[in-house]
Each structure stands twice: as C-alpha cells, then as structure tokens.
C-alpha cells in the first residue's frame, strides 16, 4: 500500500481541508490549487464523498486539476484507498502537493487520518495543519447568535466536533458578514472553544486568503492528544442525514440557458424541502454540455433552506443536451430526498421547450456507521 517515491524527491504536502456539508470547501480547494500551481506545484487533489457522482470532483477535474475520488465511505473508513488515490496521482503526475477534501459530515480526522498517514507514512509525507470551514451564517445559528433553521442535537454533535479538532477554524465566506456580525461570531467560537486559532476569508472575494494558505502550506500539524468521540452519537447523527447522488441526462431541440435551467431546479427543490420541513445541508448540481470542451460547466450551489441558490460556474452561450450531476444532502429521509428531486425535475423540465430530462442513475441512503480503518490517539515526535 505504500506510495512510491523517486530516491531524489522530496517528501509531498498533505493538506485536509474539512467542515461541514456547505462550507465551501470545495471552492477554497479550488482556489488553493490555483495558487500552487502559479507558483510551479504540482497539485493532486482527492475528493471523498458517501456515494459516488460527485459535483466536486466534475468542478475541481473542469479547473484542469488531476483529481482523485474516493467514493463510499468517510476517508477515515477508506484509509487505505486515500493512500491508493495518492499513488495513482503519483504514478500519473507526481504531484508535490495533495490536496484531500473530506466528506462534509466527518469527523476524528487527526486521530484517524492524519495520525495514521504520519505514523506510517511519515518518511513520504510532512502534514499540515487541519483547516476546518465554517459557514458563516451556518455558523451564528448553531452558535445561537442569530436565530435561523438549525440541526438536530446529534448532527449537531458532528458539527461540534469538527470544530473542536481544527488546528484552524477558517470562517469562510467572510464577506457575508460586516464587522460586527462577523465580532459575534469570532466571540462565539472563542467562547466555546477558548485558545483556537481562528482565521476569517473568502474565497470568492480572495479575502485573507494569503494569510491562510501560507500558514497551511509552511506550517505542520502539532501532534497532540486526540479529542474524544462518542462513536454512536457520531453515527446516530450521519444516520439522521439523508444523501442522494444521481445523474440526468438533458435534451432538447430547442437550445436552452443551463444557468437559468439550473437555478429553477434548485429553486424547485429547495420549496418542496421547505414544505416538508428538512434542513439542507447543502445541495450541489453541475451541467456539462455534450461534446463541449472539458472545462465547460455551470454549477450551482444551495447551502441553507432561507438561501438563495447561487451560480459558481456559468455556461455562457445555449445548450441543447448534457450530464446534470445532482448532490443532494439533507435531515430527511433518504425517500423524501428521491420524491423532492424527481417532483423538482417534472417542475422545471417543464419550464423549458423540449426539454426532456431523463434520469439516469440516482441513489439516496443514510450513511452507515463509522468505523475507521485506524485510529492513533496520540502520536509521539
């Protein structure tokens, strides 16, 4: 299993990036990749994800990025295929950085990923500090500052420990915020977790951005004793999100706007979640063109119920088929989440001349219980 190495190469950058479903990581990923490969590194990056299908990894591949993805399990559960992706980008391109996007509703990442990869694989890896992101406006909802739809006590638990484990709680998106919200918010988390560093950006608006990445890319992790979790409540909490990947294959003779087509899907689910009472986590689709060129998307974004679905990539001229990828994860039954994106479909299909949307392969579940592959609660220096 191990990753091989050129006896002149130096040791690679392991960076995790982690947080919650919905809080930007995979644009702060994205952004950081850019600014390695400006700098001249070679950048592999490893989406991971419950299921498969994922919007991430068709977003960071559309940038131009070598991407691996590790479906079906947490990397904690999926150790050694988080290995595996790092020797095939090696094999392929030798990235000197790589750059692992977590699953949103994971936790224990030092004691089950970092530990272990510095433990077995210390001679090919130096390892930086955890950055975990925080929504903002998430953020001073579960904090209590501001009132707003919230989860419950046991996913809760997840979005706690997180926190909790960072080396760095990035506020990202931090220009949603003006200064005295974004005060509350830094109070807050100090609050409840005294003495953490806490760094606020946004990736969007490259704010504080060179700040953060210098400190992940020159910094390392400091090994310390690995916080305690609850392994049932932690399950019981992924258990209680429902996840849904699928993807759908658009036609239609009569060109059409795959931003407006995408914002009016969101939009349609989005309702129907708010009618039944589920709290989004974060909702994710992607529309390549058929036969258009590689980094040719539109993708949108929706990461609360009261949000406004927002476009990341734009498709600028008319299209008339491709792939829609749709990730969807939500509290509510995985059931609820099938009937809410195939009604969602109907509805804004039929907005649409000719458009004829066919779904193609679609899976909802609930994740299964954590068990990690390893877990090392302290690692000696």
């Not at 990202?172 to 950006?201: H, N, T």
């Not at 969101?266 to 989004?280: D, F, H, K, Y």
């Not at 679905?309 to 059931?335: C, K, W, Y």
């Not at 299909?349 to 068990?371: D, N, Q, W």
């Amino acid at each position: 299993m191990s990753t091989p190495t050129h006896p002149l190469q130096p040791k690679a950058r392991y960076i995790m990036i982690g947080g919650f479903l919905g809080a930007g990581k995979t644009t702060a990923v994205g952004k950081l990749a850019q600014r390695l490969s400006a700098q001249g590194l070679r950048v592999g990056l490893i989406t991971n994800d419950q299921g498969r299908n994922l919007v991430d990894t068709a977003m960071l591949r559309s940038q131009g990025f070598a991407t691996e993805e590790i479906p079906g399990g947490c990397f904690c559960c999926r150790f050694n295929s988080l290995v595996d992706a790092a020797q095939r980008l090696t094999a392929s391109t030798r990235p000197e950085v790589f750059v692992a996007e977590p699953v949103g509703s994971c936790t224990d990442l030092a004691a089950t990923v970092t530990y272990p990869l510095r433990r077995l694989y210390g001679d090919q890896f130096t390892v930086a500090p955890v950055s975990v992101l925080v929504d903002p406006i998430r953020a001073l909802r579960v904090f209590g500052v501001e009132p707003g739809g919230t989860f419950s006590d046991k996913v809760l638990y997840i979005y706690h420990k997180q926190i909790e484990e960072a080396d760095i709680v990035v506020i990202s998106k931090c220009d949603l915020l003006d200064e005295a919200r974004l005060a509350s918010l830094r109070q807050a988390i100090a609050l409840k977790y005294p003495g953490k560093e806490v760094m606020a950006v946004s990736a969007r608006a490259g704010i504080n951005l060179d700040a953060w990445f210098e400190h992940i890319t020159a910094g390392e992790q400091t090994a310390r004793t690995a916080m305690a979790v609850d392994y049932q409540i932690y399950a019981d909490g992924e258990a209680l999100l429902g996840w849904l990947n699928c993807t759908v294959q658009v036609s239609a003779t009569v060109a059409f706007q795959a931003d407006a087509f995408l914002q009016r899907l969101a939009g349609a689910i989005q309702s129907r979640l708010q009618e039944r009472g589920a709290e989004v986590a974060h909702l994710k689709m992607t529309l390549s063109p058929d036969g258009g060129l590689g980094g040719e998307i539109a993708a949108v974004n929706l990461v609360r119920n009261d949000y406004v679905p927002e476009l990341s990539f734009h498709l600028e001229e008319p299209v008339t088929n491709g792939q829609l990828i749709l990730n969807l994860r939500a509290e509510a039954a995985p059931d609820v989440l099938g009937t809410v994106v195939r009604e969602g479909l109907v509805a804004a299909a039929s907005g649409v001349p000719t458009l004829v949307a066919t779904l193609e392969h679609l899976e909802h579940f609930r994740p299964g219980k954590p068990t990690p592959t390893h877990r090392i609660t302290s690692l000696a220096i």
